[in-house]
């Protein structure tokens, strides 16, 4: 049969397979170029393609994309490719939390097709395990089911903690004497610290720097901050009271 031109220089031919189980099934195809010429020979495969009812060669899943990645409680969207086509549509779930002990796998929705690339979408709750988590991708064929396995992405959902020293200790609730800095430390638990802002009684919100910590004059002062992570989880803000 003659093939069907797709695209480039791929050609492709859809073939019903009618032979019993067992049988091992493979191809050979002649070429003719643009001039007319043929290649002498039939080329084809030294091995089987396929056995009917077996599979020697399950279709390959590619991840295309987790965003965002890492990701609060909100839409994560989650693409793939597969290096052929699937039967149906294939179940995508995503266990979060599974490298720190998650056991529970909620579903994600499909949301669309293009080709061979797959579309989905999952939901993350403020109530699911953080930390690495799997997306599990099933596509049960008749004959020649895919599978795939990916844990790049990172859920986070809890708001990182941001902690305020005065003069290089603890802030204590006693009346300093002289100018007191104070430095703000930032941490987080499953992702990294994005930003920290802060101010000082009644003046703008700043953008915090260790080279250049606030310095407090005599009087009695009330110092606001909070941090953002690298998901995008905002922490409720602070206050430090220094006189």
């Known amino acids: 049969a003659q093939m069907t031109y797709q695209s480039g220089d791929t050609f492709t031919q859809t073939l019903t397979i009618s032979q019993p ?8 195809c002649r070429t003719t170029d643009e001039k007319g010429s043929q290649n002498l020979e039939p080329q084809g495969d030294a091995y089987p393609l396929c056995v009917v009812d077996q599979c020697n060669n399950p279709p390959l899943i590619t991840m295309d994309l987790t965003r965002p990645n890492p990701a ?3 839409a994560v969207t989650i693409g ?3 290096d052929r086509a699937l ?3 294939p179940s995508v779930s995503v266990k979060p939390g599974s490298q720190r002990g998650g056991t529970t796998a909620y579903p994600a929705l499909f ?5 061979n690339s797959y579309t989905y979408e999952f939901d993350v709750q403020s109530s699911y395990t953080n930390g690495a988590s799997d997306i599990n991708i099933n596509s049960q ?3 020649c089911p895919a599978g795939k396995v990916d844990n790049t992405l990172v859920i986070d959902t809890a708001a990182p903690a941001t902690t305020a020293a005065c003069n290089g200790a603890a802030c204590l609730a006693r009346t300093y004497s002289g100018s007191v800095t104070v430095r703000l430390s930032c941490s987080d638990a499953t992702t990294s610290c994005g930003t920290t802002s802060y101010s000082v009684d009644s003046g703008p919100t700043l953008a915090y720097s260790p080279a250049s ?4 004059q005599s009087g009695q002062h009330t110092v606001r901050f909070f941090s953002v992570d ?10 430090q009271s220094v006189h």
């Open 21 to 28: 189980t067992g049988t091992a099934i493979a191809a050979t």
């Open 72 to 74: 609060k409680a909100g």
């Open 80 to 82: 793939f490719t597969a």
């Open 87 to 89: 039967q149906g549509t």
């Open 111 to 115: 949301v669309s097709k293009s080709g």
């Open 141 to 143: 064929g008749q004959n």
């Open 213 to 216: 910590p606030p310095a407090l």
């Open 230 to 239: 690298a998901a995008g989880n905002v922490e409720p803000p602070r206050t």
